[in-house]
Nanobody, 116 residues
Framework: QVQFVESGGGLVQAGGSLRVSCVVSGVIVRVLPMAWYRQAPGKQRELVAT?????????EYADFVKGRFTISRDNAKKTIYLQMNSLKPEDTAIYYC????????WGQGTQVTVSS
């Protein structure tokens, strides 16, 4: 069964940066497209960014993070990253990684809190 373990969240001031990580197990992750999602308090979970499988040469971003966030992958470490720059208070949420289609078995996520 696939498992996702997210880490790297924390408290940061507006304008700051964080990098969150997600270790994936139970699947051959290197060939799979992957994604980061987030869920803010009282809101539905939303897609943040996606990355293609193998080389990760194709990435896509939600408009609200475009130009500020970068998704990447290290297949040798079975890890997906999300580099977040120029953070805003509205980026405060729990961040999860999963598949961009048919997400499955959500991990615990990692809390990112941006203070104004």
């Amino acid at each position: 069964q696939v498992q996702f373990v997210e880490s790297g969240g924390g408290l940061v001031q507006a304008g700051g940066s964080l990098r969150v990580s997600c270790v994936v197990s139970g699947v051959i992750v290197r060939v799979l497209p992957m994604a980061w999602y987030r869920q803010a308090p009282g809101k539905q979970r939303e897609l943040v960014a996606t990355i293609s499988g193998v080389s990760g040469s194709t990435t896509e971003y939600a408009d609200f993070v475009k130009g500020r966030f970068t998704i990447s992958r290290d297949n040798a470490k079975k890890t997906i990253y999300l580099q977040m720059n120029s953070l805003k208070p509205e980026d405060t949420a729990i961040y999860y990684c999963n598949f961009p289609t048919d997400p499955d078995n959500w991990g615990q996520g990692t809390q990112v809190t941006v203070s104004s």
